[in-house]
């Protein structure tokens, strides 16, 4: 097990730089600054958060994103071990679970595509199988065939996927699809309200 310390930060001035670039609407008038949320050793076991070294600092595989239930709830996306941790408003673990019903190939994949909050579960898009996973870790529902980037939650509830083109499908929460449409529905996003994307930057303690 590594010895160096993995503070998950509040965020980090580039990425705040990308979402004002790409988000116009995400407002960051009160940044103060990062802060400590969580502080976990690096490794595979349990309370640990994996780290793939890449050549320079910058090119290494952190876990991300962090997403920011509305109870205080973080679910870390754990890439490098394959895996979503839960944890505590007080950062502490309070279960870890992997891939289901996915194959080897797919699994491998797993968590580096998307990923985001629904409610109190958590949808993930690998290749094009869209998948929900209750924070505990069982799965809830599995589409396969799903073309496509996951676009945002509307305000009822649905599911909505960008599909090639001017299209956008929608999905209810079994993801059945219910309707396509050539227009982008009003989107409630989950990153600017029921969840928030964050930032991993390594900090080294010894």
């Given at each position: 097990m590594s010895v160096a310390r993995r503070r998950i930060l509040d965020a980090i001035g580039r990425a705040l730089t990308l979402f004002a670039l790409?988000?116009?609407?995400?407002?960051?008038?009160?940044?103060?600054?990062?802060?400590?949320?969580?502080?976990?050793?690096?490794?595979?076991?349990?309370?640990?958060?994996?780290?793939?070294?890449?050549?320079?600092?910058?090119?290494?595989?952190?876990?991300?994103?962090?997403?920011?239930?509305?109870d205080g709830t973080l679910v870390l996306c754990d890439r490098v071990n394959q895996r979503i941790v839960v944890l505590r408003a007080d950062g502490s673990v309070r279960n870890t679970f992997g891939p289901q019903q996915l194959s080897t190939a797919e699994a491998q994949g797993w968590l580096r595509g998307e990923a985001i909050l629904f409610g109190t579960s958590v949808l993930t898009k690998t290749g094009d199988v869209l998948q929900r996973y209750a924070l505990?870790?069982?799965?809830?529902?599995?589409?396969?065939?799903?073309?496509?980037?996951?676009?945002?939650?509307?305000?009822?509830?649905?599911?909505?996927?960008r599909e090639s083109g001017p299209l956008f499908r929608l999905f209810d929460a079994s993801l059945v699809p219910q309707s396509a449409q050539a227009s982008e529905p009003a989107l409630l996003w989950a990153f600017t309200t029921s969840s928030r994307s964050r930032i991993v930057r390594d900090v080294a303690t010894g």
């Amino acid at each position: 097990m590594s010895v160096a310390r993995r503070r998950i930060l509040d965020a980090i001035g580039r990425a705040l730089t990308l979402f004002a670039l790409l988000v116009p609407c995400v407002a960051v008038a009160d940044w103060t600054g990062p802060s400590v949320i969580v502080d976990a050793p690096t490794g595979g076991g349990a309370g640990e958060i994996g780290i793939g070294r890449g050549d320079v600092a910058a090119y290494d595989e952190t876990p991300r994103p962090l997403l920011v239930a509305d109870d205080g709830t973080l679910v870390l996306c754990d890439r490098v071990n394959q895996r979503i941790v839960v944890l505590r408003a007080d950062g502490s673990v309070r279960n870890t679970f992997g891939p289901q019903q996915l194959s080897t190939a797919e699994a491998q994949g797993w968590l580096r595509g998307e990923a985001i909050l629904f409610g109190t579960s958590v949808l993930t898009k690998t290749g094009d199988v869209l998948q929900r996973y209750a924070l505990d870790g069982a799965l809830l529902a599995t589409a396969r065939k799903v073309g496509g980037s996951i676009a945002g939650l509307t305000p009822d509830g649905k599911i909505v996927l960008r599909e090639s083109g001017p299209l956008f499908r929608l999905f209810d929460a079994s993801l059945v699809p219910q309707s396509a449409q050539a227009s982008e529905p009003a989107l409630l996003w989950a990153f600017t309200t029921s969840s928030r994307s964050r930032i991993v930057r390594d900090v080294a303690t010894g």
